[in-house]
């Protein structure tokens, strides 16, 4: 949408909404059956750890957002950079879903997202962001896999 000749930004909310129905990689056999995990997992993470990414107007919005609806507030009031940003913690083995088959899933939709995100109108540090995520998803396969330098 276009207001006054400035691009408006999309919410969190229809990014993921958007990409969960149309990514590939969600219809992928071997992760369909784990995307509905996976989604409500991100949204878990989101609602409860994203704030510690957010900036001060962004906590500000997300307050009062969370005084009329407090479920998945955050995705209503951030958009792709501030996603983009919170995606490397989902990434933490402590975010990691306990079956591995569904964790290794985790990594290929956030790899997924990101590539996504990517697509989005970006602030000036976009490409340390998306970095960040890559190195997040490399880390977290390494513990994964078993590797030592995890």
Do not use: K
């Amino acid at each position: 949408m276009d207001v006054h000749g400035e691009q408006v930004p999309v919410s969190a909310e229809d990014l993921l909404t958007s990409f969960f129905v149309t990514a590939p990689v969600a219809g992928h056999p071997a992760i369909r059956a784990r995307v509905p995990r996976v989604r409500a997992h991100l949204l878990t993470y989101l609602d409860t750890e994203a704030e510690d990414c957010l900036t001060n107007d962004e906590l500000t919005l997300l307050h009062a957002e969370r005084q009329v609806q407090p479920r998945d507030a955050v995705l209503r009031v951030v958009g792709a950079e501030a996603l983009l940003v919170a995606l490397p913690g989902f990434c933490h083995p402590a975010w990691l879903l306990p079956a591995v088959a569904d964790a290794r899933a985790q990594l290929r939709i956030v790899s997924a997202l990101r590539d996504r995100l990517a697509e989005e109108p970006l602030g000036a540090d976009a490409v340390c962001l998306l970095l960040d995520v890559d190195a997040a998803v490399r880390r977290a396969q390494a513990v994964l896999d078993g590797s030592p330098a995890a």
